[in-house]
């Protein structure tokens, strides 16, 4: 027996109105490898088989199964999910069922308002609540000016500045991994995650040392787990994103981006393109020094790649089919004409 109850696994009465009063046991996926899960309950680890193959579940799921075998995912109260790259890339489950995302970034070169942005409106998407961990506070003199370089961000979100080396210091985000919660922690490699998860778990995970230059470092998480915290919570590490490609996230970027949102309603057009036109509000805003024109720029720039990457696998591979079929045509009038 473990000595956690379904309660501290993170079950609640969304999961509990899913399930028939006589069904069997659930369980809370902990890893997702190639033809299997490692799934919890209070009586421990079990390892599952899945029928229709591991894609569709996410650490953090919770699963019915049959003996072994997995027989139904159950809804989830949010999901952190990302598009992959290239064109026939679905979407890859980043975590399920997580309470705060842990948006880790550090007092120093690896701060960056525009990727701070897209992990807030992929929190915001996701319906769970952003944090924004910066790390490295005691390599700043101003670390507090990091803190409310981030928050000017969104309302929703809350920033603390730490030492990851420090346990006293890391222990300030226990309130967000105490019994039935779950955080999970995403950012690029070398930011601190790994000091961060051996500090909240007491765990001795290998960490990497990052180049001065550029504040990058090498991937350290190589996979995502659920992992039990000190504070009787739970965690889920992620690797370090070097690209975090969004879609179907129209939603979070209302949400992230409501102070432009909101402006734009009040624009004597309803198509108002926030340019030239006359009777701007979002122009008005930033002639007026209420709004920072960059934040402009970023949500158009947001709203253009949401609306290309939301797009179908049909309907991408037919757009990418009608333009290798014109750079054909091209190509064979081009060599008719040096024919003639």
């Keep these: 027996m473990t000595d956690f109850s379904y309660a501290d696994l993170g079950w609640t009465?969304?999961?509990?109105?899913?399930?028939?009063a006589g069904s069997t046991s659930p369980l809370r996926v902990s890893e997702v490898h190639r033809s299997t899960v490692t799934a919890l309950s209070p009586t421990g680890p079990h390892q599952l088989m899945v029928p229709d193959g591991t894609g569709k579940i996410a650490v953090g799921d919770w699963v019915l199964a049959n003996g072994e075998t997995i027989t139904r995912i159950l809804d989830r109260q949010s999901l952190i999910k990302r598009r992959g790259a290239g064109t026939d890339a679905r979407e890859q489950l980043i975590a399920a069922n997580i309470t705060t995302l842990g948006i880790v970034s550090s007092c120093n070169a690896d701060f960056n308002e525009r990727r701070l942005e897209r992990y807030l409106v992929l929190a915001a998407d996701a319906g769970c609540l952003p944090l924004v961990i910066l790390t490295k506070a005691d390599?700043?003199?101003?670390?507090?000016?990091y803190v409310r370089r981030a928050e000017r961000l969104s309302l929703l979100l809350t920033a603390v500045a730490i030492d990851a080396?420090?346990?006293?210091?890391v222990r300030r985000l226990h309130p967000w991994c105490r019994a039935g919660e779950t955080l999970a922690l995403v950012g690029s490699s070398g930011v601190g995650k790994t000091?961060?998860?051996?500090?909240?778990t007491g765990e001795?995970?290998?960490?990497?040392?990052?180049r001065e230059s550029d504040a990058k470092g090498r991937h350290t998480t190589t996979s995502r787990a659920l992992v039990r915290t000190t504070s009787g919570?739970?965690?889920?590490?992620?690797?370090?994103?070097?690209?975090?490609?969004?879609?179907?996230?129209?939603e979070g970027i209302e949400t992230v981006f409501a102070d432009i949102e909101e402006l734009a309603l009040a624009c004597r057009f309803s198509d108002c393109a926030h340019g030239s036109e006359p009777?701007?509000?979002?122009?008005?805003?930033?002639?007026?020094?209420?709004l920072d024109p960059d934040r402009l720029r970023r949500w158009?720039?947001?709203?253009?790649?949401?609306?290309?990457?939301?797009?179908?696998?049909a309907q991408a591979r037919a757009r990418d089919k009608s333009f290798g079929k014109m750079i054909k045509g091209v190509m064979k009038q081009k060599q008719k004409e040096r024919g003639d």
Excluded: Y
Excluded at 139 to 145: A, G, K, L, N, V
Excluded at 233 to 250: E, F, Q
């Design 204 to 210: 001795a995970a290998a960490v990497q040392d990052i």
């Design 139 to 145: 390599q700043t003199d101003e670390p507090m000016e």
């Design 300 to 313: 158009r720039k947001l709203r253009s790649e949401d609306m290309r990457n939301s797009e179908t696998i």
């Design 233 to 250: 919570g739970w965690l889920i590490d992620t690797p370090g994103m070097r690209a975090l490609r969004l879609s179907d996230v129209s």
């Design 13 to 20: 009465a969304h999961f509990a109105r899913q399930c028939d």
């Design 279 to 290: 009777g701007c509000a979002v122009r008005n805003a930033i002639d007026g020094g209420m």
């Design 195 to 200: 000091t961060i998860r051996n500090a909240l």
């Design 165 to 169: 080396t420090d346990p006293m210091e």
